[in-house]
């Protein structure tokens, strides 16, 4: 039986990765964040040996986009410091270490899905300190994996952006409005935080390291997206398409983000469902 720490097991993303290694036979350590901070070595180091996992997955990260623009040395050290130096005890203890990145790495200017060897230009602090964190774990240790990933929605909340995610927040609206405006020019390719970790036990299993991208097939604009969730729901609502300049950002943002899964497709990996396919499963399920 392999054991796993997973590093923001009470996240979106990592609830999802534990209930799917439970199903997989896993013993998980899921410690929070007031009992293990990425930041602190020491303690790490000192979990990691007492504890002695086959694999350590992070997704632990300062992302809240705004916030890291303010505080770019705490951005620094939990998404470039923590990282490298996890990769560094990971290689030193034998252990696996698989680490999640951002599409938010590329700039969004070449208008076709990037793939891993397209080579990043961040927009903004969150980016660029994710994207050093990428470079961080993966010369430290060239056996680690780092995964892209973008646009996620789970079943449990995004606590950096506490609250609701996309799907969650266009069903609430449409109860209290009559009429929706929604971003037509931001393209990217939503991904169910379930597909994801549902992908993890083959990626263990086939021992892929190096840096990859896991999303959905396909891409749409967010206002795509909103009206799939309607049709799929029947929910009636008016829903205008406008430009992202209708809600002036504090921070840029990449407006073309798409990734194409072409590493783990050369690899023989079946890739994840397409966004539609995908979004439907989540609608059935949250219904259920
Ligand atoms: N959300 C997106 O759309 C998106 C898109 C692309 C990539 N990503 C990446 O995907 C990963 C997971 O995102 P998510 O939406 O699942 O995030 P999330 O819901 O905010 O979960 C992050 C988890 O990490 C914990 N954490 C934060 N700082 C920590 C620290 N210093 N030490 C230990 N634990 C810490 C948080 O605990 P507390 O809440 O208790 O602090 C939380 O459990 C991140 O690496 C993010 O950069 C996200």
Redesign the pocket.
């Given at each position: 039986m392999k054991k796993a720490l997973i590093?923001?097991a009470?996240?979106?993303?990592?609830s999802d990765i534990d209930s799917c290694l439970l199903k997989h036979n896993y013993v998980t350590l899921i410690p929070?964040?007031s009992e293990?901070?990425?930041?602190d070595f020491e303690k790490i180091k000192q979990y990691l040996s007492n504890h002695k996992p086959d694999v350590v997955i992070n997704?632990?990260?300062?992302?809240h986009v705004d916030l890291c623009e303010e505080n770019p040395e705490l951005a620094t050290k939990?998404n470039t410091v923590?990282p490298t130096n996890l990769s560094i005890i990971c290689k030193e203890m034998n252990i696996k270490f698989i680490h999640?990145s951002?599409?938010y790495v590329f700039d969004g200017v070449k208008h076709k899905p990037y793939i891993e060897s397209d080579y990043p230009n961040p927009l903004n602090v969150y980016g660029r300190t994710?994207f050093e964190g990428e470079k961080g774990v993966m010369l430290e240790n060239s056996h680690a994996l780092v995964i892209r990933?973008?646009?996620?929605y789970g079943v449990n909340p995004?606590?950096?952006k506490n609250g609701l995610n996309f799907i969650q927040l266009m069903l609430k609206l449409a109860k209290e409005k009559d009429e929706l405006n929604v971003v037509g020019d931001e393209i990217v390719s939503p991904t169910a935080t379930y597909d994801i970790a549902n992908l993890l036990p083959i990626l263990i299993e086939k021992e892929v390291c190096g840096i990859i991208h896991l999303t959905s097939e396909g891409e749409c604009s967010w206002h795509e997206f909103a009206s799939e969730i309607f049709n799929y729901t029947h929910t009636q609502i008016k829903l205008n398409k406008v430009d992202s300049a209708f809600f002036p950002a504090k921070t840029p943002r990449p407006k073309y983000s798409v990734l194409e899964n072409e590493s783990i497709k050369s690899k023989g990996i079946q890739s994840l469902p397409h966004w539609r396919d995908a979004l439907h499963n989540y609608l059935n399920n949250i219904k259920n």
């Open positions: 590093i923001g009470n996240g979106q993303l990592g929070n964040h293990l901070d990425i930041v997704t632990a990260a300062y992302h939990i923590a999640f951002t599409d994710k990933i973008s646009a996620i995004c606590r950096a």
